[in-house]
């Protein structure tokens, strides 16, 4: 159910423009449901996704 | 071809790889035109891949295994997914990288086999719970940079 992409944001430039993508690491849930920079830790990953997913 | 990894990344590598439990699939996914980095990412592959038994890989093409591409949800080249191995059965784990594993990420690469040959996310039981009950999917895309 859960895919994780590691994307080389200068080699995919079309992609890191459309998730505007301006410091890295960035975090692009669902094609954009959520953007985080930084370090994402489990809990805020997790909180995220429920927010996402709204349960 | 000149190797890319060089003899002490290659022992610290093999130190790394002692502890690996279960065997760790590689498969790579090339593209004939217009992919700069995919000949270094499938070189790089290879010689990590020959680095321990466990480890194993098989080169595809984007176009010529599209069918293969798609099941595996790969749209971008170089592609690479990690997969389980046991036996003759190859196991999904949803780790994908776009884009050549170097610099950091290629830590992350070696990190990422490790966990796979472990066979454990080592994540919390509350975030297992709440995966279980995953009714749509998720992508997770973590853009980075080489450097």
Known sequence: MVQAEMVEATEFQELSNKYSVSGVPQTTINDGAANITGAVPESNMLAELKRIIGK | ?147
């Not at chain 2, 498969?27 to 194993?56: N, R």
């Open chain 2, 1 to 147: 071809m000149a190797k890319l990894l060089n003899e002490d990344v290659v022992k610290q590598i093999e130190e790394a790889f002692a502890p690996m439990k279960e065997a760790v699939h590689i498969m790579f996914f090339g593209q004939k035109e217009g992919c700069s980095y995919c000949a270094d990412t499938q070189q790089l592959l290879e010689e990590v891949a020959e680095i321990s038994e466990k480890l194993s890989i098989e080169v595809y093409d984007l176009d010529d295994d599209a069918d293969l591409a798609e099941k595996f949800n790969v749209d971008k080249a170089p592609g690479t997914v990690l997969a389980a191995k046991d036996g003759e059965t190859v196991s999904d784990y949803g780790i994908r990288y776009a884009g050549i594993p170097s610099g950091h990420e290629f830590t992350s690469l070696i990190q990422d086999i490790l966990l796979v040959a472990g066979r454990d996310s080592g994540l919390t039981q509350d975030t297992r719970d709440f995966l279980k009950e995953l009714t749509e999917p998720v992508l997770l895309q973590v853009f980075v940079t080489p450097t």
